[in-house]
């Protein structure tokens, strides 16, 4: 079966910084790719790249099949992006913006008619059709630019990253969208920084770091790899940050600003209990402690180098 | 050549559906022609001819310029807000969204330069020549205008955002001011004749006037219309033959 990104050894070179260095990416037909990565890792160079958008200084990429330098066009013909903006006319009304598109894309009048009426529908954004898009909200103007990318019925639709900025509510709404699609069969390149946001929409998560990829496998295997929960810690006294890491001993993370000191464990709950127990004996007040998933900084943490991911990030 | 037409249309609705950006360009054309025509008109001579008759062809003219820093901005905001990166992911041919550009903004151009010459003719501004000359005056300024928005539309392409378009545009205050269009070369230092004589919009301000100014014009200019429209003519064909390539491969780099 053709793979629908095959991506061997891009570099990408912007003055002295390598925004993309040495990034093997692998892509399978009929499946949600998230890229995840904190910002600068070279997520939207990764996604411009596919999208024909910039020339690579190195490497091999292939879409569906068709490689990126030689055969642009043929690439055109079955992308569609999303950018990180929400690249439509604030002139033009919903529908006129997505039948522009279409048109574009090579679409008959009748058939670019046919296919935003159904965009405009699948997105929940008939209502709103016949105004002007510069009366939307921040939320619609992102649907209508996804639904933008997908109105000349590409096989393969580039996001990137799609619901950056947006208020949660509306977050969801682009979510249960990006979901129906790929129930319908589209495949979905997507960016991202927010690890809840990777495991919701993709069957295969490419986490990069630095123009690499650092770590790739479905969202189980990643967690299985990054392990464990994490115990956070929020003393009433400065003084006794450092008191609390020592108890704690190893890989302690300290924050000295807010006051936090988070720690890694595998068995959350048991070890929880402990961590009370010790605290309670040293005589040290706590504000609060709870137990939670890894964040993306975590994340780094265990899947790249030390120094590499203390440079790293995430928002 | 589809692709340019639709992507001229949205161009065009932009301007059409923001009327606050017409109304806004009418107004403040409207007033610097009367501040021209009725204050700094008073104090300049102008032999032979009122000189009402003098200022409108390059008022016209110098439209180009100031209408194409409209044309830059325009172009980079489509920059900035990720529109271009849209359409050159779209399978359409490279040029034909700044090809679409130049048409839009040319398109406005005419319109805007149509309404100076209402305004113009309400004033006291009469042809000298045919009606016909009239008619080739304004086909000319209209030619030189889409000659013009692709020097335009590349510097929007290099700019990469609105302020810095807007700000790269000054460069159209010294080629506008320093040239024929509002008073006569004349009167400027030596030094300053060199530049005024032979930079572009001279020659185009001077190939208008030539066919709006009739028996007049030979008297004033010193050579016949001809002369101006040649000239003018391969400095737009030298503009458009650089400009043109440069953005095309600037716009493919993305």
């Known amino acids: 079966m053709t793979m629908a990104i095959e991506a061997q050894g891009l570099v990408k070179r912007y003055g002295k910084t390598r925004a993309l260095d040495g990034l093997d990416v692998a892509a399978e037909r009929g499946q949600v790719v998230a890229v995840l990565g904190p910002n600068g890792a070279g997520k939207t160079t990764f996604v411009r790249a596919v999208a024909t958008l910039l020339r690579l200084d190195a490497g091999m990429l292939r879409v569906v099949g068709h490689d990126v330098a030689a055969d642009p066009g043929a690439v055109r013909r079955l992308i569609g992006l999303a950018g990180q903006f929400a690249a439509v006319e604030p002139a033009m009304t919903g529908r006129e913006n997505l039948e522009m598109v279409a048109r574009l894309f090579g679409l008959n009048r009748a058939a670019a008619r046919r296919n935003a009426q159904a965009v405009l529908e699948q997105l929940g954004l008939l209502e709103d059709a016949d105004r002007l898009a510069r009366t939307y909200s921040g939320g619609m103007r992102r649907r209508l630019d996804l639904g933008a990318s997908l109105v000349g019925a590409p096989r393969l639709l580039l996001l990137d990253e799609p619901t950056t900025g947006l208020d949660p509510r509306s977050r969801i709404e682009l979510w249960r969208a990006i979901h129906n699609l790929v129930e319908a069969g589209t495949d979905v390149l997507l960016t991202t920084q927010y690890l809840d946001e990777a495991d919701h929409l993709a069957n295969q998560i490419v986490i990069i770091d630095h123009g690499r990829a650092v770590a790739t496998g479905t969202p189980a295997q990643l967690k299985e790899r990054i392990g464990g929960s994490v115990i956070e810690l929020h003393v009433r006294e400065e003084r006794d940050l450092d008191r609390v890491a020592a108890l704690l001993g190893r890989s302690v993370q300290i924050d000295e600003s807010s006051r936090r000191v988070s720690v890694r464990v595998d068995s959350g709950r048991e070890q929880l209990t402990s961590v009370l127990r010790f605290l309670d004996a040293a005589g040290i007040e706590l504000e609060d402690i709870s137990l939670r998933q890894p964040n993306l900084d975590e994340v780094f943490l265990a899947l790249t180098s030390v120094d590499a991911a203390v440079g790293a990030t995430a928002a | ?254």
Do not use: C
């Not at chain 2, 609705?13 to 009367?34: E, G, K, S, W």
């Open chain 2, 1 to 254: 050549m589809s692709a340019t037409l639709i992507v001229t249309r949205r161009s065009l609705l932009r301007y059409v559906r923001t009327p606050q950006l017409i109304v806004m360009a009418t107004l403040q054309m409207t007033m610097f022609f009367l501040i021209y025509r009725y204050l700094f008109g008073g104090a300049i001579r102008t032999v032979g001819m009122p000189y009402v008759d003098y200022l409108v062809p390059g008022f016209i003219a110098t439209g180009v310029l100031f209408s194409g820093i409209g044309a830059a901005v325009a172009t980079a905001e489509d920059l900035q807000q990720g529109f271009i990166d849209r359409l050159r992911s779209l399978p359409i041919a490279r040029s034909s969204v700044l090809t679409a550009r130049a048409i839009a903004d040319t398109l406005i151009l005419a319109l805007a330069a149509a309404v100076t010459i209402g305004i113009a003719f309400a004033v006291g501004f009469r042809l000298h020549g045919s009606a016909l000359d009239g008619l080739a005056a304004f086909g000319l300024v209209i030619a030189f205008g889409f000659a013009f928005e692709w020097l335009f539309v590349t510097m929007g392409l290099f700019a990469g955002n609105a302020q810095a378009a807007q700000a790269m545009g000054m460069i159209v205050f010294p080629f506008a001011f320093i040239s024929s269009a509002y008073i006569p070369v004349a009167t400027m230092p030596g030094w300053l004749q060199v530049f005024a004589k032979n930079q572009p919009l001279t020659y185009m301000v001077d190939a208008v006037r030539a066919l709006t100014l009739g028996s007049h014009s030979q008297a004033l200019l010193g050579h016949p219309a001809g002369y101006f429209i040649t000239r003018a003519a391969i400095w737009a064909v030298a503009i458009i033959a650089v400009s043109l390539p440069v953005a095309v491969a600037k716009y493919r780099r993305g």
